[in-house]
């Protein structure tokens, strides 16, 4: 594992997020989307996605938005982004969206996501 300062620049949805990190030394990962460990939140073009999403958007608040970011022994998914643990201002939002009913946990093996219990 290794840990970042980065910047959120967008947010795709509720667990994945564009950022630019800092490797030190002035050397920068720019405008790559990263996945959230442990987590499955809605996809963003149904109604409980938008509202997952609109509620990390607001505990990030304005972007570009400093966060910490602690990769997940360089992983990456299906979709070839990488897995991560994400702090901001002394919060983790992995933990934060499991913990506010945005999100689900992934893998939650043999349970399929259900999010009828997203708050409104």
């Known amino acids: ?17 564009v950022l630019d990190i800092d490797l ?9 989307p990263y996945r ?6 809605p996809e963003r073009a149904t109604v409980e996605g938008k509202l997952a999403t609109t509620a990390l958007a607001d505990l990030l608040g304005p972007l570009p938005a400093s966060v910490i970011v ?5 992983r990456h998914d299906a979709f070839d982004r990488y897995i991560v643990e994400v702090i901001r201002d002394g919060v983790n939002v992995n933990d ?4 506010n009913g945005w999100a ?8 399929p996501p259900r999010f009828e219990g997203v708050p409104a």
């Open 1 to 17: 594992m290794f840990t970042y300062r980065a910047s959120v620049t967008r947010i795709v949805d509720a667990d994945t997020l």
């Open 24 to 32: 030190g030394l002035r050397t920068w990962l720019r405008g790559k």
């Open 36 to 41: 959230l460990a442990r987590v499955n939140a």
């Open 70 to 74: 602690t990769t997940i022994r360089d």
């Open 96 to 99: 934060w969206l499991l913990a």
């Open 104 to 111: 689900v946990p992934y893998p939650a093996r043999g349970v």
